[in-house]
């Protein structure tokens, strides 16, 4: 668990969450009853950050459709706003973990990865069913905050 792994119970480690729906506590974390999507919920999970994260994990994924292309597309776009929110407050050398279905449209999304980090693969967790398209993507060694390529 994240909060054992940085030591949150013995104050020398934070851990952050973020989520939609209500959740029991989870003893050392500081936990956000928000939505990811609104500006004002980014910039309360800044806030409580206090400065820059070596770790964003995200365990994001839209609501099942039934529809594997429609659930895929939708599981991306939260994996590329989880992976925005990161580029935002990772800490040079940081690493990014997040949920992404396979399914091909996470070319762009991988492409953005190995831009910013030195190291990106992909890792199916074993309480995951074999024949799940759940998979996660780590990318570590973030490079820190690049110049934007389409800037002038």
Same mark, same amino acid.
């Given at each position: 668990?994240? %909060? /054992? #792994?940085?030591?949150? =119970?013995? &104050?020398?480690?934070?851990? !952050?969450? *973020?989520?939609?729906?209500?959740?029991?506590?989870?003893?050392?974390?500081?936990?956000?009853?928000?939505?990811?999507?609104?500006?004002?919920? %980014? /910039? #309360?999970?800044?806030? =409580?950050? &206090?400065?820059?994260?070596? !770790?964003? *994990?995200?365990?994001?994924?839209?609501?099942?459709?039934?529809?594997?292309?429609?659930?895929?597309?939708?599981?991306?776009?939260?994996?590329?706003?989880?992976?925005?929110?990161? =580029?935002?407050?990772?800490?040079?050398?940081?690493?990014?973990?997040?949920?992404?279905?396979?399914?091909?449209?996470?070319?762009?999304?991988?492409?953005?990865?190995?831009?910013?980090?030195?190291?990106?693969?992909?890792?199916?967790?074993?309480?995951?069913?074999?024949?799940?398209?759940?998979?996660?993507?780590?990318?570590?060694?973030?490079?820190?905050?690049?110049?934007?390529?389409?800037?002038?």
């Amino acid at each position: 668990m994240a %909060v /054992e #792994r940085v030591g949150a =119970l013995e &104050n020398t480690g934070l851990v !952050v969450g *973020l989520d939609m729906l209500e959740m029991e506590p989870v003893a050392g974390a500081e936990i956000l009853l928000a939505n990811i999507h609104e500006t004002e919920s %980014v /910039e #309360r999970l800044r806030h =409580l950050l &206090n400065g820059s994260a070596d !770790v964003v *994990l995200s365990d994001m994924a839209a609501p099942t459709t039934g529809h594997a292309s429609t659930d895929h597309l939708r599981t991306v776009a939260l994996c590329e706003l989880a992976l925005d929110f990161a =580029l935002l407050v990772l800490a040079p050398g940081g690493t990014f973990v997040a949920k992404v279905f396979k399914g091909g449209a996470e070319g762009g999304l991988l492409g953005e990865l190995k831009r910013n980090f030195t190291s990106v693969r992909h890792a199916k967790p074993e309480a995951s069913r074999a024949e799940s398209a759940e998979t996660y993507v780590v990318a570590m060694g973030y490079k820190g905050h690049l110049p934007d390529p389409e800037a002038d």
